[in-house]
């Protein structure tokens, strides 16, 4: 018997973090031994478990040509108390990130131009929930820290690598030492070690979070460094971060959207060219001054 979901199921990063039963996984653990009419009812939720939010216990019946008491069945043999509980799992699933909760069977729009459409209207919906979200007071806060830090650190794992490498790329060209971790081939400890109340930590943690996330930032915070935390609207609060900027990244397709991140991590670039000015300016020429010298640059 599949173990029935924590009390806590639906806190933190995911389903695996806080001990939560996976819905696909109880129904792989379970599959061999299901009887036929509970069978096809399995193999539709394996399908696109993440039409099992969306869909109450007689739809999903109707949908695999079963019946509501093979649902029901089904969902008590997986180990969950009721089908609403089997539902909440596929939600927080979805709320964690996985793409495969966030598959569904039918596409956002039937013909090419919609699809355009949807996509540029979703990316715009993000961007402007998540810059109109946002306090002035906070945005000087950040911008004086970056702009005055003795060293300002961005990290990222996964998908937030990526979105950390693009802010240390532009702030790099206006201020000395920024620094990308993790460092390939390198462990954390030496760098997160020497971090002090001068320096910033730039920490990038859309969902699906590693662990390390949050150790990291609460090792900075205990030695004194401000910390940036730029998530998602789902993420938990970690009480580590100095400041929290959460970005909108979802839509209707499987994967989550990171054009909001990009534009709130553009916005805090431009600000920092624009506190640090001719400092700024003297540094960026410097650099251009040697792209010349060593003819990187075409």
Not at 37 to 61: H, K, M, N
Not at 177 to 204: H, Q, Y
Request: with cysteine; glycine share 6%.
């Amino acid at each position: 018997m599949a173990k029935k979901p924590s009390p806590a199921a639906g806190s933190g990063d995911g389903p695996a973090a806080r001990g939560h039963t996976s819905l696909e996984k109880a129904i792989r653990d379970q599959y061999a031994s299901l009887p036929e009419s509970e069978r096809r009812i399995a193999d539709q939720i394996l399908e696109f478990p993440g039409e099992v939010a969306a869909y109450s216990a007689t739809e999903l019946a109707a949908l695999s040509n079963g019946s509501k008491a093979a649902v029901t069945r089904l969902i008590q043999r997986l180990g969950f108390a009721s089908y609403e509980d089997a539902r909440r799992a596929a939600r927080d699933a979805q709320t964690w990130g996985s793409p495969v909760y966030l598959m569904f069977k039918e596409p956002v729009g039937q013909g090419f131009s919609a699809r355009i459409q949807s996509h540029v209207e979703q990316d715009a919906r993000n961007i402007a929930l998540t810059m109109q979200s946002l306090n002035p007071d906070t945005v000087r806060a950040i911008v004086d820290a970056i702009c005055n830090a003795r060293r300002v650190f961005c990290i990222g794992w996964r998908n937030s690598h990526f979105l950390a490498g693009y802010f240390q790329w532009q702030i790099v060209q206006v201020r000395g030492d920024v620094r990308l971790l993790p460092t390939p081939g390198a462990t954390l400890a030496e760098e997160v070690a020497a971090m002090t109340k001068d320096d910033v930590l730039v920490s990038v943690g859309m969902r699906r979070r590693v662990p390390q996330t949050e150790m990291v930032m609460n090792e900075a915070r205990a030695l004194g460094t401000r910390v940036l935390y730029v998530t998602d609207m789902a993420a938990p609060p970690v009480e580590s971060a100095t400041w929290t900027i959460p970005c909108a990244v979802r839509g209707t397709d499987p994967f989550d959207r990171y054009g909001s991140a990009l534009s709130l991590l553009h916005f805090l670039s431009v600000a920092v060219v624009e506190k640090l000015a001719e400092r700024g300016r003297e540094h960026l020429q410097s650099i251009e001054r040697v792209h010349d010298a060593l003819d990187e640059l075409s």
